[in-house]
């Protein structure tokens, strides 16, 4: 082969895989939860891309695809033991969906940082069956072909997942109404109003802070409205009197960027249903934080 031949073959494989790039991070960032270990998945499909006999291949949208599904689930079945042994409690790295927000995807499921910390307890092919099919809508067969399996066992795969999902989380409200419980629920965090945060939180809401054992945040989950409610009016005090707030789009929901003297200190998302506040999440490891505060866009 020629030397200008090699180099055609290569930058045509360059343009197929950059066509299908943004669909490939968001199979990998749905399944993983981070993006950090979503691109190190997508770099991993380039390198095979670049050493497969692509004559061979009919779709090469369809083999990068198949061939990031199958690291991903890789990826995460090795990360389950991590995340075991994570201090605190674990919350997907959130992603600026302003700048991407579908992600490649043609609906945005499986995006939201509720449906990625529910989707952490499924086994990781079921992840990956759920997200084909909830967020990228492929046939059951495809997503068979993806995961080696059959399409029967795909199908109960989905179904499984679905359950799951179905009996862990509330119907969502819209973008508007969530936005609009979260500036109650902000206003009175910050000023330390009981009353104020027990109107707005479902009954059994969960507070999660994911500080990675580095800032000082709570190392169990929070439960129930009522010691949430006092958790945080406890320390309303200390924290909120030096913050700044910015509201920020993460995952395709409104959320606020907290910080301090310059310096991002949280992400505060929350999952919202018409009961009220379901899940408060609090993304403050600098590690997950950084990425996306570099992401912005203004």
């Known amino acids: 082969m020629r030397a200008e031949d090699g180099t055609d073959s290569l930058d045509r494989a360059a343009q197929q895989f950059m066509a299908a790039r943004p669909q490939l991070f968001g199979i990998a960032y749905r399944i993983l939860g981070t993006a950090a270990e979503a691109e190190d998945v997508v770099q991993d499909a380039w390198l095979r891309w670049?050493?497969?006999d692509r004559g061979e291949i009919k779709e090469p949208a369809a083999f990068l695809?198949?061939?990031t599904a199958r690291l991903a689930i890789?990826?995460?079945?090795?990360a389950r033991m991590r995340r075991e042994s994570y201090t605190g409690p674990w919350l997907p790295e959130p992603v600026?969906?302003?700048?991407?927000?579908q992600l490649g995807a043609e609906r945005a499921e499986a995006l939201d940082m509720a449906v990625l910390l529910l989707l952490e307890k499924l086994n990781p092919v079921e992840r990956a069956?759920?997200?084909?099919r909830e967020a990228f809508d492929y046939p059951y067969k495809r997503i068979a072909?993806?995961?080696?399996?059959?399409?029967?066992?795909?199908?109960?795969l989905v179904t499984r997942a679905r359950k799951h999902m179905t009996a862990e989380r509330k119907e969502p409200v819209s973008s508007t109404a969530h936005k609009r419980l979260l500036e109650v629920f902000l206003d009175a965090a910050r000023t330390g109003s009981l009353s104020g945060l027990e109107n707005v939180l479902a009954e059994d809401v969960v507070s999660y802070a994911d500080g990675g054992g580095i800032r000082g945040a709570s190392k169990i989950p929070v439960v129930g409205r009522l010691h949430v409610s006092k958790y945080l009016v406890a320390f309303a005090p200390r924290f909120w009197p030096p913050a700044e707030v910015r509201w920020v789009e993460a995952n395709g929901r409104p959320a606020v960027l907290v910080s301090a003297e310059g310096n991002p200190v949280a992400l505060l998302c929350v999952d919202v249903s018409e009961r009220g506040i379901e899940r408060i999440m609090w993304v403050m490891n600098p590690a997950k934080?950084?990425?996306y505060v570099a992401s912005l866009t203004d």
């Open 50 to 52: 670049q050493k497969t």
């Open 65 to 67: 695809a198949t061939v």
């Open 74 to 78: 890789n990826v995460a079945q090795s």
């Open 96 to 101: 600026d969906t302003k700048a991407d927000p």
């Open 129 to 132: 069956a759920y997200v084909l």
């Open 145 to 156: 072909e993806i995961l080696e399996t059959n399409e029967a066992n795909t199908r109960q």
């Open 289 to 291: 934080l950084a990425p």
